[in-house]
């Protein structure tokens, strides 16, 4: 039996739902890596 | 009538009413626990540039920004760039990323106060978007300002946008988006 899946929750014009499967593909690819400000900030916070 | 201050049961001229420059397209409220938010259908053939303002916007996570992606170009096909720095800090910062499949760090977005504004031109026309942002986060962790400029040389029709909280696996706490027309 397959464990059941928590995916996290999306916003469709205020709607509040789990992502769908594609969704949760799509924000995977979208947040996988950090911005490259946010390398780029912590780069600044390690240099003070 | 002396516009633009109506008196009670004025009538309404067209005149008058089509000299309004920003209109009202829509409020959203960014529900708490979302990690993206879609706003569909706000863009149209009604006007061709937008103002859109997000207020009182908070992240689980602190220090970190909002993407930006636009409904219907998904492609390599966004650049944006310019200046940010941080509270206390005289140092003004550049910021310009390679090209990628979106606006990577519209706006800021940390654990207590985000706010700010996105200039968005031609987004339902088919022709290239610009962008401009601006915006502040008042947190705990890092508060900073952001002041960038974008484009999208997608000439693809969108009618909407999405905002992800950009750190991995981090939700918004909530907020309020506004998104308004400029008369063309």
């Given at each position: 039996m397959n464990e059941p899946t928590t995916r996290p929750l999306i916003s469709i014009d205020g709607a509040l739902r789990e992502m769908t499967e594609e969704e949760h593909a799509h924000y995977l690819h979208m947040t996988s890596e950090p911005s490259p400000l946010m390398v780029q900030q912590a780069g600044d916070?390690?240099?003070q | 009538m002396t516009?633009?201050?109506?008196n009670v049961s004025e009538v309404l001229t067209a005149s008058d009413m089509n000299a309004i420059g920003l209109w009202l397209v829509r409020t959203q409220t960014i529900p708490a626990g979302a990690s993206s938010v879609v706003v569909s259908s706000v863009f149209s053939a009604n006007f061709n540039n937008y103002k859109i303002v997000v207020s009182g916007v908070g992240s689980n996570v602190g220090g970190h920004s909002i993407k930006m992606q636009l409904n219907n170009s998904t492609g390599n096909t966004y650049n944006i760039g310019g200046v940010y720095g941080t509270f206390g800090s005289a140092s003004v910062l550049g910021y310009g990323p390679a090209v990628t499949d979106s606006w990577t760090d519209?706006?800021?977005l940390d654990t207590t106060e985000t706010a700010g504004t996105i200039e968005l031109y031609s987004p339902f026309l088919t022709r290239r978007t610009l962008m401009s942002s601006f915006g502040v986060r008042s947190g705990a962790v890092s508060p900073a300002w952001y002041w960038f400029h974008g484009q999208d040389t997608s000439t693809n029709s969108s009618t909407g946008f999405t905002?992800?909280?950009?750190?991995g696996g981090s939700t918004f706490t909530g907020g309020t988006i506004r998104v308004y027309g400029y008369r063309n």
């Open positions: 916070h390690a240099d | 516009f633009p201050s109506f519209v706006l800021p905002f992800f909280s950009i750190a």
